[in-house]
């Protein structure tokens, strides 16, 4: 299927959605419930308006982690009344700790429900937290296995009293009413007037710093995480930002993979049009520089086969009015700007939808190319992908037949893969694999998880229209699908691929397969060990090996890139490539060290980034949220001293501790420039390029 498709086709096929998604909340402003006689998860959107009044629990309440966050928590203002230790009754910092949440539920009376619990023990613990309907759970553990998150939307999709916000993300926070429930650093928090919605952790920081450098403040900053299925999306946080009364304006910060920006694009161009003086929307839309089908840090930033790129969900925001700036220091100015062209707008009628909002400030004109797809050669990690030779054998033990040597004859797509909107795992069905119309006639067909719907007869009825088949060619269509959702089910799978040929006589035969599974069922249940042991590690960049390993994200890109990157948290380390491209840098990797990246990770790091023969210079990235920024200095250090670096580095560390690791940077006497406020550039990324090639030029001498 075509990775290159017009943004018209994108609307065409949004359009023929909403038929299949007339129970979501996509395309409507107004009100939280989706209807008046019938309740669904839809209905807990409300359940976002944390504040002062918000009775927190903690489950997982005595562990190391939990026990910091609570007291940071406790002393910016949050009401936690309490938490949960399984098997145990008694007293953490002042506050009762019952044996369960059913006790807990019972005596403490909790709104809201922080998840701290260990390991694989997060699922148990959000099955414990929905069962006794908390009404809001965040959940902030990183590498859930993806069918236990799609067997936690399956309870949350038929029940109405509990909203989900993650998991893999940094929470929520409402500045206004002193509620966190997460790990967002507070000291960059100031109460203000912008709402602030994310996918990306590290980003969401910078746009709260930006904001807080403006003067402006914030109000809420909702986290939508970097799963491939997130809790809660855009558009149901946007739903809470537009009906409260101190948010003025609201920033989205997005990244490849998925349809989530598109569904915002939708609900912001109708909002839009129904409110006569609307709040004005800003975004930032990291992964434009993504090689194509990898896996940019964490699980859900990859673009599938016929999803939109970064490049073309920039695009459509614009369409709508909406203002995308391609760094987040530019949000606070941006925000500012916008707010006060609406104040000076007031209630005047506006001629075009959202036209006030780019007004006198917008981004770049010069937009950086998107990455060639012809230079991608190497699979996306953390998804394991095996061999076509491995996929026919999987289908030939259940029966279906495969052929090695594809004929001429027409093919048809069939795949099972997740519907991301929906939240359910789907069959995706194509009347045909030809580029020029395999996306526009491609359509998803939502099932739920562990039910025999995908193999029903009505199911096989949908498909088999759609692809045109009938009579005899019915049941071996019937037979691949029950086979491929077995595979799905049973392996973990989170993408099937299938192209086959239809034979007059009632016969099929798979001709291509493409099987992708998740590599965290192994990693963190060390499940689904026969399919790990499938990996190919020889075929792999043994630097990317190397930095899985260090627990790190890796990616070597093609061309003729001479600055090595090394960046805290994958959305960052996104938008630090795109930045660097779009003021003519050329990086010769994406590395993503983690959200709690520490001195030894940075030292590996440096190791992996400088194994590189085309690096001349690196740019290190650091926004410290839990990550210190002295500490990050000191891994710096340590890198010099240890691995005897030879080409200069340049270090931009803000955030927490931020001004002593800039010192520690700064008074080394080593290669080293620190990239900051002091700097002869101040924060101006403008320049960012022109600086790293003063250096190659001076320091190298």
């Known amino acids: 299927m075509s990775r290159v498709i017009s943004t018209r086709g994108f609307r065409s096929q949004i359009a023929s959605q909403r038929a299949l998604h007339k129970h979501s909340t996509y395309g409507n402003a107004f009100p939280f419930t989706t209807s008046a006689n019938r309740q669904s998860y839809a209905d807990t959107i409300h359940n976002l308006k944390i504040g002062k009044h918000t009775r927190v629990l903690y489950q997982g309440f005595t562990g190391r982690q939990a026990t910091m966050n609570a007291k940071e928590s406790l002393d910016w203002g949050t009401n936690i009344v309490g938490g949960v230790k399984p098997g145990f009754e008694g007293e953490h910092l002042g506050l009762p700790v019952l044996p369960s949440v059913r006790v807990a539920v019972e005596k403490l009376k909790p709104d809201a429900s922080a998840i701290y619990v260990p390991g694989d023990g997060t699922v148990a613990a959000l099955e414990e937290a929905i069962e006794n309907e908390i009404p809001l759970i965040v959940a902030v553990a990183e590498h859930i296995p993806l069918h236990d998150t799609l067997r936690i939307h399956e309870m949350l999709r038929t029940q109405s009293k509990t909203r989900l916000v993650g998991a893999n993300c940094p929470g929520i926070i409402n500045v206004q009413g002193r509620c966190r429930l997460g790990f967002q650093p507070l000291p960059f928090f100031t109460e203000g007037r912008v709402g602030i919605v994310a996918k990306s952790g590290t980003l969401s920081y910078e746009a709260v710093a930006s904001t807080t450098r403006a003067g402006l403040g914030q109000t809420y900053c909702i986290s939508m995480g970097g799963d491939v299925l997130a809790g809660t999306n855009f558009v149901e946080a946007f739903q809470v930002l537009v009906e409260d009364e101190y948010t003025e304006g609201i920033i989205m910060i997005g990244e490849l993979g998925g349809s989530a920006e598109l569904r915002a694009a939708e609900w912001i161009n109708n909002y839009n049009r129904r409110i006569a003086n609307p709040k004005p929307f800003m975004a930032l839309i990291g992964g434009i520089q993504a090689p194509p089908g990898r896996i940019m840090g964490h699980a859900g930033a990859w673009a599938a086969p016929g999803e939109a790129s970064a490049a073309q969900k920039i695009k459509i925001l614009e369409d709508v009015g909406v203002t995308v700036v391609d760094h987040p220091e530019k949000l606070g100015a941006g925000m500012k700007t916008l707010l006060a062209e609406r104040t000076w707008a007031g209630t005047q009628d506006r001629t075009a939808a959202g036209a006030g909002q780019r007004r006198g400030y917008h981004t770049a004109p ?38 090695v040597s594809p004929t001429i004859h ?140 260090e627990g790190m994200i890796y990616v070597k890109l093609a061309g003729e890139g001479s600055i090595g990157t090394i960046v805290n948290g994958a959305g960052l380390a996104m938008n630090t490539v795109d930045a660097l491209v779009a003021r003519g840098g050329h990086p010769a990797n994406f590395m993503d060290t983690g959200g709690k990246a520490t001195s030894e990770t940075i030292k590996a790091g440096f190791r992996i980034v400088t194994s590189d023969p085309r690096v001349k210079c690196i740019f290190v990235n650091i926004f410290g949220g839990l990550t210190l920024g002295d500490m990050i200095a000191n891994g710096i250090l340590m890198a010099f001293r240890d691995l005897d670096l030879k080409v200069p580095v340049v270090v931009r560390i803000r955030g927490t501790r931020e001004a002593e690791g800039q010192k520690l940077i700064r008074d080394s006497g080593l290669k080293l420039d620190a990239f900051g406020r002091s700097s002869r550039i101040a924060n101006s990324l403008q320049s960012l390029s022109l600086w790293l090639t003063d250096v190659l030029e001076t320091r190298l001498l």
Do not use: W
């Not at 230079?375 to 054998?393: G, M, N, P, T, W």
């Not at 048809?412 to 939240?423: G, L, N, P, Q």
């Open 366 to 403: 010069r937009r950086p190319k998107a990455f060639d797809p012809g230079k991608s050669v190497v699979e996306q990690r953390r998804r394991l992908y095996i061999k076509q030779s491995q996929a026919f054998d999987m289908l030939n033990a259940r029966g279906v037949p495969t052929v």
């Open 410 to 549: 027409e093919e048809k797509f069939i795949a099972i893969s997740i519907d991301r909107e929906m939240r359910q795992p789907c069959i995706i069905a194509s009347p045909t694999t030809d580029p020029s119309q395999a996306f526009q006639l491609s359509r998803k067909f939502p099932f739920a998880y562990g039910t025999d719907a995908p193999t029903s007869p009505d199911m096989l009825e949908k498909v088999s229209s759609h692809l045109g088949v009938s009579g005899k060619c019915q049941p071996a269509l019937g037979k691949l699908i029950a086979g491929l959702v077995d595979l799905f089910m049973s392996k973990e799978a989170f993408v099937l691929q299938t192209k086959v040929v239809m034979g007059e006589e009632g016969t099929l035969q798979v001709q291509g397969a493409k099987f992708g599974f998740d590599d965290a069922a192994f990693r963190s249940s060390k499940r689904q060990a026969d399919i790990h042991a499938l990996r190919d590690f020889q075929s792999e960049v043994p630097e990317e090996v190397e930095a899985e390993n």
